[in-house]
């Protein structure tokens, strides 16, 4: 049944993901509730649950200014066991070693800073126009080839209770990190097997789990008023400085031509009649528009 209205703020809801569904479902639910356009900030797998960023309307415009954030995450990784989707959810294999707790806190910092990853197979990779996972549940052999990813900081917290060989790390990284290709990595430098086997993402960029909503709140189908209330202002959440103009700049700028300033070089945000209009990029003292909003 097609909802009737749509909102009229745009912005960011941020919806703390159940595991089990996957992020589209988050995605398309807010769509239908709001009535505009929508999308997220950093899938998450479904076996994964926690923060999940979702755009509403033209605040989608701005994600490239939200991907490279620092993201956190608390991992559980079950150790003496492998699998082909690097997780769980996957053929399960015993094999190898469950190390101790002293042993995998000491390879943690050789991950430290920039490194090479290889991506999981089951991913949504791109190769030659299909999706890895496709490929992978195809039988189909194929190479992903590594890319660079930031880690900023690992710590091993313990094993979980009542789970020997299952050990808790909280992660913080830069953006496209995949956390089951480090379960892969860190036993393999311990020299042995494991599996991603719970994965909460408690931080991405300036979204968290305190500012984060239930996704029952949205599975109750609040009305457009109630909707409204919970989205995020778009201009809250950009780390940005705020330019100003005035006179003749002001309408200048507005009619796509480019002003002189004296703000250093970098990205603003601009206002138009009060309201949020859009981010500006100035350049060696001069201020054009870089994405318009409105």
Same mark, same amino acid.
């Given at each position: ?201 408690? !931080?991405?960029? %300036?979204?968290?789990? #305190?500012?984060?909503? /239930? +996704?029952?709140? *949205? ?5 457009? @008023? &109630?909707? !409204?209330?919970? %989205?995020?202002?778009? #201009?809250?959440?950009? /780390? +940005?400085?705020? *330019? ?5 700049? @002001? &309408? ?43």
């Amino acid at each position: 049944m097609k909802r009737e209205g749509k909102v009229n703020t745009f912005g960011f809801i941020n919806v703390d993901k159940p595991s089990g569904i996957v992020s589209s479902t988050v995605v398309n639910k807010i769509k239908w509730l709001s009535g505009v356009p929508c999308g997220h900030m950093g899938t998450l797998d479904p076996l994964a649950s926690g923060v999940l960023p979702v755009g509403v309307g033209n605040a989608t415009r701005l994600f490239d200014y939200f991907l490279e954030k620092e993201k956190e995450y608390v991992a559980e990784f079950t150790f003496g066991v492998d699998s082909d989707t690097l997780d769980s959810t996957g053929n399960l294999v015993r094999g190898g070693h469950v190390p101790n707790e002293r042993d995998i806190a000491a390879v943690l910092p050789s991950f430290f800073g920039d490194i090479m990853q290889v991506p999981p197979k089951y991913s949504a990779k791109n190769v030659n126009g299909k999706r890895g996972y496709d490929l992978a549940r195809a039988g189909i052999d194929f190479e992903l080839p590594p890319k660079k990813v930031h880690i900023y900081d690992m710590q091993c917290l313990g094993t979980v209770a009542e789970k020997e060989d299952t050990f808790r790390l909280k992660i913080r990284c830069g953006g496209g990190t995949y956390i089951r290709s480090l379960a892969r990595d860190i036993a393999e430098a311990l020299g042995t097997k494991a599996v991603m086997s719970a994965l909460r993402r408690t !931080q991405s960029g %300036i979204f968290t789990l #305190d500012n984060a909503i /239930p +996704f029952s709140v *949205l599975e109750a189908d609040p009305s457009l @008023e &109630e909707l !409204q209330r919970l %989205i995020i202002p778009t #201009d809250s959440v950009l /780390p +940005f400085d705020t *330019l100003t103009l005035t006179g003749k700049a @002001e &309408e200048r700028y507005y009619n796509g031509v480019a002003v002189p300033v004296e703000y250093a070089d970098g990205l603003y945000k601009i206002y138009k009649d009060g309201a949020f209009y859009g981010v500006a990029e100035v350049k060696n003292g001069l201020a054009k528009a870089k994405i318009k909003l409105c």
